[in-house]
């Protein structure tokens, strides 16, 4: 296992136009977690999921997002009518629910992202 | 509400000298701290993490300290290096045992020069 894998790393679209991208956690990791990052700015929360529950939405998740984990391993996160606002890098991270306090314990390990340009 | 911030978006350090990347954050309910080293082209990569009920935790060249009193943490680098180039994130989260929500800073761009 290489770690966590995101597609397309890249995607130029029209405003207007879906997209959807696909995470591929840590075969062990239970946690699925969608981020958004925009040029200069530390990653935001967007979503994440235990297993194939999605347990808990930012309000910055309007309705044009979805998010899926449908057997608790990849993930998938579609944006619909794309606007010039939703172009930034999405990044996955995976985790490992671990209740010890030790240093690491439930660590996120990010993928690379999938950065969107909207035109 | 929320925010976790740093003093200087910019630093530079001659290699093998010792740098330090202050961090401040906004949320007295924060449990967990943790720092994160982002490359170009790459996702956010862990570095170390501390809890509220510790003041100072090292690594291997690098030592976090937590000060709750003026909600302050601090990410040292000992002997910089080249591949110490980066932007780095401070983030925090109220549990370290529940789901990462983690909110993260700024980012400061350290470089370190030949």
């Known amino acids: 296992d290489t770690g966590v894998s995101q597609d397309p790393r890249h995607k130029i679209t029209k405003r207007g136009q879906n997209v959807t991208f696909r995470c591929d956690p840590i075969s062990e990791h239970n946690r699925l977690y969608w981020y958004r990052q925009t040029l200069g700015q530390g990653p935001e929360f967007l979503t994440y999921f235990q297993n194939e529950a999605q347990l808990e939405k930012s309000r910055l998740l309007s309705d044009r997002f979805s998010a899926e984990r449908p057997k608790g391993s990849f993930s998938t996160l579609e944006i619909q009518r794309t606007e010039q606002g939703d172009s930034a890098m999405y990044l996955c991270?995976?985790?490992?629910?671990?209740?010890?306090?030790?240093?690491?314990?439930?660590?996120?390990?990010f993928g690379a992202g999938s950065r969107l340009t909207v035109l | 509400g929320e925010s976790v911030g740093l003093h200087l978006p910019t630093l530079s350090v001659q290699e093998g000298d010792n740098s330090i990347i202050n961090c401040a954050y906004s949320?007295?309910?924060?449990?967990?701290f943790i720092w994160y080293k982002q490359e170009s082209g790459k996702g956010p990569q862990f570095i170390i993490d501390?809890?509220?009920?510790?003041d100072k935790r090292q690594g291997q060249r690098v030592t976090v300290l937590l000060n709750k009193t003026v909600k302050h943490l601090s990410l040292q680098i000992a002997a910089t290096q080249p591949g110490d180039s980066a932007v780095y994130f401070c983030a925090e989260s109220p549990v370290i045992q529940g789901a990462q929500k983690l909110v993260f800073g700024q980012g400061t761009r350290l470089t370190i020069n030949p």
């Open positions: 991270a995976s985790s490992l629910r671990d209740d010890s306090e030790s240093s690491g314990a439930n660590v996120l390990t």
């Open positions: 501390i809890r509220s009920n510790m």
């Open positions: 949320n007295s309910a924060s449990d967990y």
